[in-house]
């Protein structure tokens, strides 16, 4: 399944104007389960950051949460990098034309070659490692490029259904991954062999959220895969759906999940 493509095609839409791009930020915020986990956590790790603290975003994509974190304290001193030069020029035109340029850069880099030496306070990767084949060199990179007692927060699809892989011989709904997910030993196994301590990992998109996910995102890119002309129904068919899918991003966010096809992980210098 071309996820990727479907992306692009959201993206190159809302370039047209800065508002068209703060709503799309706006409705992933709201849509996207995975936005709502590392929200929560962003807040809880924020209390134990500097002010000025120093901020990685490992992957930064769209700039969704280079968007959000930035937002979230001005004195924050922001570098995203990501291997797509597309979208890092993207970003670094849409973070000046909203003059929020002047303590986030966007760079074009492989994280594999991540030369940082304690720099960050904090990295955060969401939605990145099951695209990076080295992921044990990546996870080295980081911990050399935190400070120390520097936080790492990460968000991947895990082993119990992630990628939507929940059998031996499934073929995984994102055809651009390179892993269908960790389980929490594997992740914690090569977090710990990276140098870090105190991590923690926790499932999200238990049952409530795995629904949602269903609903809100399987279905739509399962339709626009067929057919960019789903696009002009989305609007009708998430404004049925939406309600439901709140109340279910809602539990999901609140319950302890004994399993989940989402891992969110923490992890300390």
């Excluded at 923690?200 to 049952?207: A, L, Q, R, S």
């Amino acid at each position: 399944m071309q996820y990727e493509l479907i992306k692009r095609s959201l993206g190159r839409y809302s370039k047209r104007s800065l508002f068209l791009r703060k709503t799309l930020f706006a409705l992933l915020d709201l849509l996207l389960l995975r936005t709502w986990h590392v929200k929560k956590a962003l807040n809880n790790l924020s209390r134990n950051l500097p002010e000025d603290a120093a901020v990685l975003d490992a992957g930064s994509g769209f700039g969704q949460y280079t968007w959000r974190m930035s937002r979230k304290n001005r004195r924050w001193n922001i570098k995203a990098v990501d291997l797509n030069e597309e979208h890092v020029n993207d970003c670094n035109n849409f973070f000046s034309e909203t003059g929020r340029s002047g303590n986030v850069t966007f760079i074009t880099k492989d994280l594999t070659s991540l030369n940082d030496i304690n720099s960050f306070n904090l990295i955060l990767s969401v939605d990145v490692m099951e695209h990076i084949p080295e992921d044990e060199k990546v996870f080295r990179a980081f911990f050399r490029s935190l400070k120390n007692d520097g936080y790492l927060l990460i968000s991947t699809p895990s082993d119990k259904g992630g990628s939507d892989v929940h059998n031996e011989g499934d073929i995984s709904f994102i055809d651009e991954h390179v892993r269908n997910g960790y389980s929490k030993e594997e992740i914690t196994g090569k977090l710990s062999s990276a140098g870090f301590r105190k991590t923690d990992v926790k499932y999200t998109y238990g049952v409530p959220g795995h629904i949602s996910w269903i609903f809100s995102m399987k279905y739509p890119v399962k339709l626009l895969n067929l057919s960019r002309l789903f696009f002009i129904v989305l609007p009708f068919y998430y404004l049925i759906i939406f309600p439901f899918c709140i109340i279910l991003n809602i539990m999901d966010l609140h319950f302890i999940h004994k399993a989940g096809t989402g891992l969110l992980v923490t992890a300390q210098k």
